[in-house]
C-alpha cells in the first residue's frame, strides 16, 4: 500500500479488501451477516494495520541467500523422501501384526551457518526437516542453540536436514 496514503486511508482500503472477501466468500445480502463481516473486517483490518512495518521487506534477500546452501544440501531431505516411506511402511506393517512402534523426541545442538541465521533460514530448517514422513521438527531454540526433532520411528540419520557434512 501506498506510503503517501494517510493510516485512516489505509485501514479504510483493507476493510474494503476484507470484506469483500467476505461477500465473495458468504455470499448472501443478510443484514446479521453483513454486520458480522463489516466487524470482522474492522478487526483484520486493525490487526493487519498493527503488524505493518514500513520499508522494503528483508526477507527477500535473505531467502534468496539460502539459495547459497547448494543443491546437495537442500536436495537431501528430497532423497530421504524414498528411504523414510520405506522405514514407515515397514512399521505400519509391524504394528499390524502387533508390535507397536516407539517414536522419540531428538534434542541436538543447533549451530546454523551464516545463511541459515536469519528467519527464513529457520524456517527452511523446519520446513525441510519436517519434509520427510519420519520426522517432525519440533522448533529451534535460537538462545540455547538446540534443534528438537519427534521421529516416529528412530533413525541414526542426522537431525539437522542442512547441515554441512
Given at each position: 500500500?501506498?506510503?503517501?496514503?494517510?493510516?485512516?486511508?489505509?485501514?479504510?482500503?483493507?476493510?474494503?479488501?476484507?470484506?469483500?472477501?467476505?461477500l465473495?466468500?458468504?455470499?448472501?445480502?443478510?443484514?446479521?451477516?453483513?454486520?458480522?463481516?463489516?466487524?470482522?473486517?474492522?478487526?483484520?483490518?486493525?490487526?493487519?494495520?498493527?503488524?505493518?512495518?514500513?520499508?522494503?521487506?528483508?526477507?527477500?534477500?535473505?531467502?534468496?541467500?539460502?539459495?547459497?546452501?547448494?543443491?546437495?544440501?537442500?536436495?537431501?531431505?528430497?532423497?530421504?523422501?524414498?528411504?523414510?516411506?520405506?522405514?514407515?511402511?515397514?512399521?505400519?506393517?509391524?504394528?499390524?501384526?502387533?508390535r507397536?512402534?516407539?517414536?522419540?523426541?531428538?534434542?541436538?545442538?543447533?549451530?546454523?551457518?551464516?545463511?541459515?541465521?536469519?528467519?527464513?533460514?529457520?524456517?527452511?530448517?523446519?520446513?525441510?526437516?519436517?519434509?520427510?514422513p519420519?520426522?517432525?521438527?519440533?522448533?529451534?531454540?535460537?538462545?540455547?542453540?538446540?534443534?528438537?526433532?519427534?521421529?516416529?520411528?528412530?533413525?541414526?540419520?542426522?537431525?539437522?536436514?542442512?547441515?554441512?557434512?
Amino acid at each position: 500500500m501506498s506510503a503517501y496514503l494517510p493510516a485512516a486511508g489505509r485501514w479504510l482500503v483493507r476493510w474494503a479488501l476484507l470484506m469483500a472477501l467476505w461477500l465473495l466468500l458468504l455470499d448472501t445480502r443478510q443484514w446479521p451477516e453483513l454486520i458480522a463481516g463489516a466487524v470482522t473486517a474492522a478487526i483484520g483490518a486493525t490487526v493487519a494495520g498493527l503488524l505493518v512495518h514500513p520499508g522494503q521487506p528483508k526477507t527477500v534477500a535473505k531467502s534468496l541467500a539460502l539459495l547459497r546452501l547448494g543443491p546437495r544440501r537442500l536436495g537431501r531431505p528430497l532423497a530421504r523422501l524414498v528411504a523414510d516411506t520405506a522405514l514407515i511402511a515397514g512399521a505400519l506393517a509391524r504394528s499390524l501384526s502387533g508390535r507397536t512402534p516407539r517414536g522419540s523426541f531428538r534434542v541436538v545442538r543447533y549451530v546454523p551457518d551464516a545463511p541459515r541465521r536469519s528467519a527464513a533460514g529457520r524456517a527452511l530448517t523446519e520446513i525441510w526437516g519436517s519434509l520427510t514422513p519420519n520426522r517432525y521438527v519440533v522448533g529451534t531454540d535460537d538462545e540455547e542453540g538446540i534443534l528438537m526433532v519427534h521421529e516416529l520411528i528412530r533413525s541414526d540419520e542426522p537431525i539437522d536436514p542442512l547441515a554441512n557434512r
